[in-house]
């Protein structure tokens, strides 16, 4: 147990004095609580422009009065004794005290106590380096030691999570559930979803629109895909996956680059506006592939929710993410359609299994680690319903990041080709990844092309 008081902090290095405030840092990173506690004076009559771009804050007025503005919308909320506001968007915003006011702050990731405001508000996201122990004088004096005799090593400590990682996975010995910490529709911005249909999305994780793409151009990504398929050389490139067992190509990815019909589905407006509707922000392209499902011999792709692997394997942050699966054959119940689990988006499963490394190498071909067991398999159906997404040549299907779905193999004579583009926020862009040893390539994860948040 650790006792912290606020005498024993003002004063000294964690009572830190600002322009329009004064913070003092009760429990820092090096606490290793996971969050970071601060009491913070907001003097009478200032305004405080801010802005957390890596950090989640939590802010509990516990004296005084004003009001807090949300920069993206206009919004003013009203701000006294008893009010908590939770800045779960990393939310731009200005505090303006109307009398002094004292809040506490809870920050995840964890301050470290050495940050100060940047020009727009933040803080930097630092890190807590690990503590240099240095020699006394009579240990650089005395003679070395004579050596020990060798020792078996001791055992290695089990991998921990980042203090900022809000979805572990691949670190604990059992899998469990928890539940989703993000909304699933991000804001309120008009587009082309009604009311009904984004609560249909919201509530289900998956929606089915029939007809979005035209007769003509289903019939341009088909011939564009057939020239794919048709091409031996396509094969023998990194991008593409051919099926376990053999040298059928199974899928293709990073298809939104270069020119032609493929490229231009990533900015078809039709598509692009229900992302950034759902999402609630300018979107890019995360990742892009053509899965093809053969007659007769196409596989199976196993349960899984897309977010864990991109978020333990590619360092996606949040829940912020959807795809879109364009529907290039008819898609029916015979022929290995989408499954996907109803509900199970508002539920996080974290799977057992360190990654290994070049992981994707094996797992865009049969994925083991990272796919969840069949205990919470069986939880989640029992919560949701286990639904087929059908439709002909032009559906799309847009489903969220974290709903869990699958599909089953193709032994029937009909082959099912499907285009799939997934859009992730520009405010929820990739860091290091939060359980592998090193990022996934370009083809797979986008980072070269990845934008910053907006200025």
């Not at 996201?125 to 122990?133: A, D, M, Q």
């Not at 004088?137 to 991998?159: D, K, S």
């Not at 589905?265 to 992302?275: E, F, G, K």
Request: proline residues 9%.
């Amino acid at each position: 147990m650790k006792i912290v008081t606020l005498d024993g902090i003002v004063g000294g290095e964690q009572d830190v004095v600002g322009d329009t405030w004064r913070a003092r840092r009760l429990l820092l990173a090096r606490d290793h609580m996971g969050f970071s506690l601060h009491d913070t004076i907001i003097e009478a009559g200032t305004e405080t422009p801010m802005w957390y771009r890596h950090h989640l804050e939590a802010v509990y007025c516990i004296e005084g009065e004003g009001t807090v503005e949300a920069v993206e919308d206009g919004a003013v909320h009203e701000i006294g004794a008893g009010t908590v506001y939770a800045l779960d968007e990393h939310d731009r915003h200005v505090l303006r005290a109307r009398t002094r006011m004292r809040m506490v702050c809870v920050f995840n990731p964890p301050c470290t106590g050495r940050e100060t405001h940047d020009a727009d508000g933040a803080y930097p996201l630092l890190t807590e380096p690990e503590p240099v122990i240095e020699p006394t004088a009579a240990q650089e004096t005395a003679p070395a030691p004579r050596p020990a005799a060798p020792r078996p090593p001791a055992p290695r400590p089990a991998a921990m999570p980042r203090s900022d990682d809000r979805y572990p996975s691949r670190f604990a010995s059992t899998p469990s559930i928890a539940d989703r910490l993000d909304p699933v529709v991000h804001g309120v911005a008009d587009g082309p979803l009604d009311p009904e249909t984004l609560s249909s999305y919201a509530e289900d994780g998956y929606v089915v629109l029939d007809g979005l793409l035209t007769p003509r151009e289903v019939d341009q990504l088909n011939n564009a895909v057939d020239g794919l398929a048709a091409d031996p050389a396509q094969r023998s490139r990194p991008e593409a996956i051919v099926e376990p067992g053999g040298g059928a190509l199974r899928s293709l990815f990073a298809i939104h680059e270069g020119d032609g019909p493929l490229a231009a589905l990533a900015h078809h407006p039709r598509i692009v506006a229900v992302a950034r509707q759902i999402l609630g922000s300018d979107v890019y392209v995360h990742q892009s592939r053509v899965n093809l499902k053969p007659a007769f011999r196409g596989k199976e792709f196993y349960w899984h929710s897309d977010f864990e692997t991109w978020h333990t394997e590619d360092g996606m942050p949040a829940m912020r993410a959807l795809s879109c699966s364009v529907l290039l054959d008819d898609n029916q119940p015979w022929n290995g359609p989408l499954l996907t689990i109803a509900g199970s988006h508002k539920r996080f499963v974290s799977c057992v299994g360190e990654t290994p490394a070049d992981h994707f190498a094996q797992s865009l071909r049969r994925q083991e680690v990272g796919t969840p067991d069949d205990a919470c398999l069986r939880t989640l159906t029992e919560e949701g319903s286990i639904d087929q997404c059908l439709g002909g040549p032009g559906t799309v299907v847009f489903f969220d990041c974290n709903v869990m779905h699958g599909s089953n193999g193709n032994i029937s004579p009909l082959p099912r080709r499907n285009l799939f583009v997934v859009f992730n926020s520009v405010l929820n862009t990739l860091v290091e990844p939060f359980a592998a040893p090193a990022p996934r390539p370009e083809f797979v994860a986008t980072r070269a092309g990845m934008p910053a948040p907006p200025a």
